[in-house]
């Protein structure tokens, strides 16, 4: 069994052909599903899904690129949902800011101020943290430990291959492996797989996006996490069946409800 941790099946993408997307995931074993949150607007969407299917889940929270819309009081309302598990996406996303250089002490001050109450939010309702990281590793790996995450741990989404960013394993933080990871440039990640402790590492897919060799260029989908597994087996040399157990006992691990994912 696998369990997809960070799929966005309340995209538009999926919106003609959402049953298809899921029976095709569950036909290859693909059980379990999690739904991030990076959009407020997304969030009813979202919510509606989780509550449809019984083995699908969501997560609460904004996106780096949408800090704009914060709203605790309308976070902690979703989050007050069962089948609301996570706090998160949020983090930092240094891709894309403003030339000028007080600007983008502005931009990168105003995510790390928002990426703190995500934290503060996750900690005062004991959610783990759904943690988004690009082009930012040293300011990321601070504000987590300096507002605690520890205290409620979380995953590092699409986990960028950062040597600086393994020995929050020992914060509680365990290891988003997806699609990438079969990309032939993905010569880092591939090298630095073994080093990340086993009982920390957990599969997504972050369809639609990031579709596995060799479907590139098509929408992604759960489905392909099997092709995830399949490269982390032939790395570790591990037989496909014990990625699946061991990577779907750490999801459990993580995130307390999926326990209920059969």
């Known amino acids: 069994m696998i369990i997809d941790t960070h799929t966005h099946l309340d995209d538009e993408s999926y919106r003609d052909d959402l049953d298809e997307v899921i029976k095709r995931a569950n036909q290859a074993g693909v059980k379990g599903f999690l739904i991030p949150g990076a959009d407020i607007e997304d969030l009813p969407r ?10 699908i889940f969501f997560a609460a929270g904004v996106h ?29 996303d240094y891709f894309r800011l403003p ?17 703190a109450q995500h ?11 759904i943690v988004h990281i690009r082009d930012a590793n040293e300011d990321s790996k601070k504000v ?32 988003g492996i997806g699609g990438v990871l079969t990309f032939k440039n993905a010569k880092k990640l591939v090298e ?6 086993k009982e920390r590492i957990i ?16 929408r992604n989908e759960p489905f392909y996490t099997t092709l995830v597994v399949k490269k982390v087996a032939e790395i570790l040399n591990m ?3 014990d990625v699946q157990d061991m990577s779907t006992k750490n999801a459990k691990s993580l995130f307390n409800a999926l326990k209920s994912v059969n």
């Open 239 to 241: 037989s496909e069946n």
């Open 46 to 55: 979202a919510k509606e899904i989780a509550s449809s299917y019984e083995n």
């Open 119 to 129: 934290i503060k939010l996750a900690i005062d309702i004991n959610k783990p943290l």
């Open 64 to 92: 780096p690129y949408h800090i704009s819309q914060y709203d605790e009081a309308v976070l902690r309302d979703f989050l007050r949902d069962e089948r609301c598990i996570a706090v998160g996406e949020c983090g930092l």
């Open 99 to 115: 030339e000028d250089e007080d600007e983008k002490q502005s931009v990168k001050n105003h995510q790390k101020d928002i990426f």
């Open 144 to 175: 987590l430990l300096e507002n605690n995450a520890d205290r409620v741990g979380g995953v590092l989404h699409c986990y960028n291959a950062s040597r600086h960013l393994l020995d929050l394993s020992e914060s509680g933080f365990y290891f």
């Open 203 to 218: 599969i997504e897919t972050d369809s639609p996006y990031l579709t596995p060799h060799p479907h590139r260029g098509k």
């Open 192 to 197: 630095i797989l073994p080093e990340i402790p």
